[in-house]
Every structure is written in structure tokens, then in C-alpha cells.
């Protein structure tokens, strides 16, 4: 029924969603308050953009590592001190009186976050065995973090024009005690393993410096440009350190990323999708807000406001999704997600400068979103079928490691993209063009997040535990079944 008798499935379940909801809200929370922390921090127009730049390095960066280390550490252990970190960031942040304190704190907000999430999907995975509950407590993270995501726009809105841009980081400190509370009563802290597996150091430094490159070279595109010899510099040095970072791995007998892993068409499978899926996702925040500033004149609140369908919708798709997912494998509920939700954004790419919200966005938000949230509960399920309690931080690590890469690098992209075809001109008519054309580019992610859930996902669930590691493995705690795979349905 439950990997270890002395957890409270509903308490990890709870602690897990409250901790994915702020770590997604604080994705997209400082969003809408950036014009009122220019003016009170003082920060220079190039600088601004590392408030949300920074986070997403370090986070990205970081996920692997810390996905590892919550196998070899402990979940509990990592959950708490990743979201630990996260809330005394947060709260730095909120006090922070100079643009370098602000950035600093957004940086340990990001580390905190890199330990704290896939200790939180790993927990779930290794509470709920293979099967229908599994299905169902990763419906309800899966729509936590969607909601999360989508109602970081609206509380960010509220929270700059009514209560000032400093709570946008300070609301983080009651969410972070409240999960942080869940934990004690909820999950045992667990036997420390008498033989321990050492960290794989080289492959941490590989792994970090490479996809911290990549995400830097990308997101600084919006400075740079695409053209410039920095960016290709940047670019190649992400792409030596991976290669290297693969090299290492497939020769390492502990690795912090078993590429055995990768030959279930689930894991890879799911995780490119998530990354296509997210990048999608991601844009389609991005430019919708814009869209709504700055060529419908909505002001934050009312633009915050105005994202509350496509929570819902994210929400309902959900939960329809964990029905679905429930009775038939992963794939039935990612194929039409992936199809509607290109559709959606298909619509909002048809955006005019004299256009409204009834007219432009509130259609293709209930479609997008919808869409969306089909894709986004049955991704974390295929990610981890198959895979071993031992090693449900890695897998962990890597679905959230894609995840924040997709939104990262495809948001990046497409916010360039979209500059550059609108050039120098800032009247709404031109903007308008520039964040059409990205949402359109946006559509077409999901069309190829469909075409990998078709030709790439299997037809049925598999049941049949991965290849383990030739590694030895750590010593068993008493908890039952915690070190093996259990993959029939509870």
C-alpha cells in the first residue's frame, strides 16, 4: 500500500504541496513587481532582469546535485534544509536595502529550492507505491505547482500595488513554516545507512558548471544578443562541461546521474516533453502579462487579477488528468493536453493592439491552461515509473532539472526572438507583433511535446524495476520495502 508504514502518507503529501507551491510561486511572484523594485532598490535597467535571471541559474544549476543528495543524505534531511535556506533568503530579500543584497538573496532562494524540490516529488514517489495512489497524490503536487505558478502573476500584482514589492518575497515565510511544520509528525526521519555512497564531486562541479552556463549563456541573450562572441563562448563552455559531465558519469560507479536511467523510454521520454511543455508554459506567462501591461494598459493588480481563469483552468485540467491517468497509462491524458494547448496558444498568437480581455485573452487562457494542466499531473508520473526508491532523488532531480532548463532557456529565446523582430520601436502595435510571434513559437513546443508523447512514450505502463546501479548498494534501513521498487498498483 505505502512504501514505509511509519509515514502519514496525507502529511508528506501536504508538506510536499506546500513546499512545490512556493517554490513554483516564487517563479513568477517577482515578476509583475520589477518596475517598483527598480525605482525603491535603485537598480540600473541591465541589472533588473538578474532578479529573476539569478534564481533561475542557481536553481537550475543546482537541481541534480541536489536531487543526489537527497538519496544519499536523506529526503527529510534535504527537504528541511533546502526549504530552510529558501525561507531565510526569502526573508533577506524582503529586507534587502541594495540592489546586490536583493540579488544575493534571489541567489540562496534558488539553492534552497534546487534541495527542497525533488526532495518533495521524492518523498511522494517513495510514500505512494506504483499505482493509483501514486497517480492521485502527484495529481494534487501537480496541480499545487500549477497553481502555484499561475497565481505567482496575481499575487504579485496585489501584493507591489497594495502592500509594497517587499512582501512578494516575504509572503514566502509563512508557506516555508508551514511545511516546515508538516514534516515532524509526517515523515520519520529514517535510519542512517551503515554503508553510504560517496557523492559523485566531479560529476556536481561538471553538472553545475555546465547547465549553469547554458542558462546563463541564454538568458543573458536579452543583453547580448545571439551573435555575440560571449554568448557562443559561454554557449561552448556549457557544452564541453556537459560532454564531460556524460563522459564521467558513464564511467563513475556512484554517479550523480545514472545514464542507465535514460533508457527507459518513460524517464527520457517524459523528461524532454516536460522541458518542451515548460518552455511553452513559461513563455506564455511571460508574454501574456506583457500583453496585458503594456498594450491593454492593465495595471499590476488588475493584470494579476486577470490571471485567475488560467489557474483554474490549470487546476481543472488536473485533476482530469489524475482521473485519467488513474485507470489508462500517462500517455492518453499528455497527447491531447500537449494538442490543446498548442491550441490555445495558437489563439492567443492572434492578439491585436486593440484588442481587450474578453476578446483576447480569456478564451485562449481557459484553452491553454486546460491543456496544460493535462500535461503537467501525468509528466512527474511517467518521469518516475520504473524507477527505484534508491534512486528517486536522481529522478527526481533530473524531472525538475528539466523542467526549469525548458522554462529557462525556452522563455529566454523567445523573449529575445520577440525583441528583435520588434527592434527599437516601443509603441503597442509593435510589441503587440513581437509577443505574437512567441506565443505562436510557444504553440509550436506543444505540438512537439505531443509528437514525443506519441512516438516516444510507451502504449502501456511498465511494472518492471530499471537496471539497478552496479554500485554497492547502501545498507537497508528497517523501514519496509524503502530500498526497492514496488510496481504494482497499491
Same mark, same amino acid.
Given at each position: 500500500?505505502?512504501?514505509?508504514?511509519?509515514?502519514?502518507?496525507?502529511?508528506?503529501?501536504?508538506?510536499?504541496?506546500?513546499?512545490?507551491?512556493?517554490?513554483?510561486?516564487?517563479?513568477?511572484?517577482?515578476?509583475?513587481?520589477?518596475?517598483?523594485?527598480?525605482?525603491?532598490?535603485?537598480?540600473?535597467?541591465?541589472?533588473?532582469?538578474?532578479?529573476?535571471?539569478?534564481?533561475?541559474?542557481?536553481?537550475?544549476?543546482?537541481?541534480?546535485?541536489?536531487?543526489?543528495?537527497?538519496?544519499?543524505?536523506?529526503?527529510?534531511?534535504?527537504?528541511?534544509?533546502?526549504?530552510?535556506?529558501?525561507?531565510?533568503?526569502?526573508?533577506?530579500?524582503?529586507? !534587502?536595502?541594495?540592489?546586490?543584497?536583493?540579488?544575493?538573496?534571489?541567489?540562496?532562494?534558488?539553492?534552497?529550492?534546487?534541495?527542497?524540490?525533488?526532495?518533495?516529488?521524492?518523498?511522494?514517489?517513495?510514500?505512494?507505491?506504483?499505482?493509483?495512489?501514486?497517480?492521485?497524490?502527484?495529481?494534487?503536487?501537480?496541480?499545487?505547482?500549477?497553481?502555484?505558478? !499561475?497565481?505567482?502573476?496575481?499575487?504579485?500584482?496585489?501584493?507591489?500595488?497594495?502592500?509594497?514589492?517587499?512582501?512578494?518575497?516575504?509572503?514566502?515565510?509563512?508557506?516555508?513554516?508551514?511545511?516546515?511544520?508538516?514534516?515532524?509528525?509526517?515523515?520519520?526521519?529514517?535510519?542512517?545507512?551503515?554503508?553510504?555512497?560517496?557523492?559523485?564531486?566531479?560529476?556536481?562541479?561538471?553538472?553545475?558548471?555546465?547547465?549553469?552556463?547554458?542558462?546563463?549563456?541564454?538568458?543573458?541573450?536579452?543583453?547580448?544578443?545571439?551573435?555575440?562572441?560571449?554568448?557562443?563562448?559561454?554557449?561552448?563552455?556549457?557544452?564541453?562541461?556537459?560532454?564531460?559531465?556524460?563522459?564521467?558519469?558513464?564511467?563513475?560507479?556512484?554517479?550523480?546521474?545514472?545514464?542507465?536511467?535514460?533508457?527507459?523510454?518513460?524517464?527520457?521520454?517524459?523528461?524532454?516533453?516536460?522541458?518542451?511543455?515548460?518552455?511553452?508554459?513559461?513563455?506564455?506567462?511571460?508574454?501574456?502579462?506583457?500583453?496585458?501591461?503594456?498594450?491593454?494598459?492593465?495595471?499590476?493588480?488588475?493584470?494579476?487579477?486577470?490571471?485567475?481563469?488560467?489557474?483554474?483552468?490549470?487546476?481543472?485540467?488536473?485533476?482530469?488528468?489524475?482521473?485519467?491517468?488513474?485507470?489508462?497509462?500517462?500517455?492518453?491524458?499528455?497527447?491531447?493536453?500537449?494538442?490543446?494547448?498548442?491550441?490555445?496558444?495558437?489563439?492567443?498568437?492572434?492578439?491585436?493592439?486593440?484588442?481587450?480581455?474578453? !476578446?483576447?485573452?480569456?478564451?485562449?487562457?481557459?484553452?491553454?491552461?486546460?491543456?496544460?494542466?493535462?500535461?503537467?499531473?501525468?509528466?512527474?508520473?511517467?518521469?518516475?515509473?520504473?524507477?527505484?526508491?534508491?534512486?528517486?532523488?536522481?529522478?527526481?532531480?533530473?524531472?525538475?532539472?528539466?523542467?526549469?532548463?525548458?522554462?529557462?532557456?525556452?522563455?529566454?529565446?523567445?523573449?529575445?526572438?520577440?525583441?528583435?523582430?520588434?527592434?527599437?520601436?516601443?509603441?503597442?502595435?509593435?510589441?503587440?507583433?513581437?509577443?505574437?510571434?512567441?506565443?505562436?513559437?510557444?504553440?509550436?513546443?506543444?505540438?512537439?511535446?505531443?509528437?514525443?508523447?506519441?512516438?516516444?512514450?510507451?502504449?502501456?505502463?511498465?511494472?518492471?524495476?530499471?537496471?539497478?546501479?552496479?554500485?554497492?548498494?547502501?545498507?537497508?534501513?528497517?523501514?519496509?520495502?524503502?530500498?526497492?521498487?514496488?510496481?504494482?498498483?497499491?
Amino acid at each position: 500500500m505505502y512504501r514505509n508504514s511509519r509515514e502519514r502518507p496525507a502529511l508528506v503529501l501536504a508538506a510536499a504541496a506546500v513546499a512545490q507551491f512556493v517554490v513554483a510561486l516564487d517563479m513568477s511572484v517577482v515578476n509583475v513587481a520589477l518596475p517598483a523594485i527598480r525605482t525603491s532598490l535603485g537598480f540600473a535597467p541591465l541589472d533588473l532582469s538578474w532578479v529573476v535571471h539569478v534564481y533561475a541559474l542557481t536553481f537550475g544549476g543546482f537541481l541534480l546535485l541536489g536531487g543526489r543528495a537527497c538519496d544519499l543524505y536523506g529526503r527529510r534531511r534535504m527537504f528541511v534544509l533546502g526549504l530552510t535556506a529558501f525561507g531565510l533568503c526569502s526573508l533577506a530579500g524582503g529586507l !534587502a536595502q541594495t540592489p546586490w543584497q536583493l540579488i544575493a538573496a534571489r541567489a540562496g532562494q534558488g539553492l534552497g529550492a534546487a534541495a527542497a524540490a525533488p526532495a518533495a516529488l521524492a518523498m511522494l514517489t517513495t510514500t505512494f507505491a506504483e499505482g493509483p495512489r501514486r497517480v492521485r497524490a502527484l495529481g494534487v503536487w501537480s496541480a499545487v505547482n500549477a497553481a502555484g505558478g !499561475a497565481l505567482g502573476v496575481l499575487a504579485g500584482g496585489l501584493l507591489t500595488e497594495y502592500a509594497g514589492w517587499r512582501w512578494v518575497m516575504l509572503i514566502n515565510l509563512p508557506i516555508v513554516m508551514a511545511a516546515l511544520a508538516l514534516i515532524p509528525a509526517g515523515v520519520p526521519a529514517g535510519a542512517a545507512p551503515a554503508r553510504r555512497e560517496r557523492l559523485d564531486s566531479l560529476g556536481a562541479v561538471l553538472a553545475t558548471g555546465g547547465v549553469g552556463l547554458l542558462v546563463l549563456g541564454v538568458v543573458r541573450t536579452d543583453t547580448l544578443g545571439w551573435g555575440s562572441p560571449v554568448t557562443w563562448t559561454t554557449l561552448a563552455a556549457a557544452a564541453v562541461l556537459l560532454a564531460a559531465f556524460v563522459l564521467v558519469e558513464s564511467r563513475s560507479g556512484a554517479p550523480l546521474l545514472r545514464l542507465g536511467l535514460l533508457r527507459s523510454r518513460w524517464v527520457a521520454g517524459a523528461n524532454v516533453l516536460v522541458f518542451l511543455a515548460a518552455a511553452g508554459q513559461f513563455t506564455a506567462f511571460y508574454f501574456v502579462s506583457l500583453y496585458m501591461q503594456q498594450v491593454l494598459g492593465m495595471g499590476a493588480a488588475a493584470t494579476g487579477l486577470a490571471f485567475l481563469p488560467f489557474s483554474l483552468g490549470l487546476v481543472a485540467g488536473t485533476v482530469v488528468a489524475t482521473r485519467i491517468t488513474v485507470a489508462r497509462t500517462p500517455r492518453v491524458s499528455l497527447v491531447p493536453g500537449a494538442l490543446l494547448a498548442a491550441a490555445g496558444l495558437a489563439w492567443f498568437a492572434l492578439i491585436s493592439p486593440d484588442g481587450s480581455f474578453l !476578446a483576447d485573452v480569456l478564451g485562449p487562457s481557459l484553452v491553454t491552461s486546460v491543456g496544460a494542466g493535462l500535461v503537467l499531473a501525468p509528466v512527474a508520473a511517467a518521469a518516475t515509473t520504473g524507477v527505484a526508491a534508491r534512486e528517486a532523488g536522481m529522478a527526481s532531480g533530473l524531472m525538475n532539472s528539466s523542467r526549469q532548463l525548458g522554462g529557462s532557456i525556452g522563455l529566454a529565446a523567445l523573449a529575445t526572438l520577440a525583441a528583435h523582430h520588434t527592434g527599437a520601436a516601443t509603441d503597442p502595435a509593435a510589441l503587440n507583433d513581437g509577443y505574437a510571434l512567441g506565443l505562436a513559437v510557444a504553440a509550436a513546443f506543444f505540438l512537439l511535446a505531443a509528437a514525443v508523447a506519441i512516438g516516444v512514450l510507451p502504449r502501456r505502463r511498465a511494472v518492471v524495476p530499471l537496471p539497478q546501479s552496479t554500485a554497492p548498494a547502501p545498507t537497508p534501513a528497517p523501514a519496509p520495502a524503502d530500498n526497492q521498487l514496488e510496481g504494482t498498483p497499491s
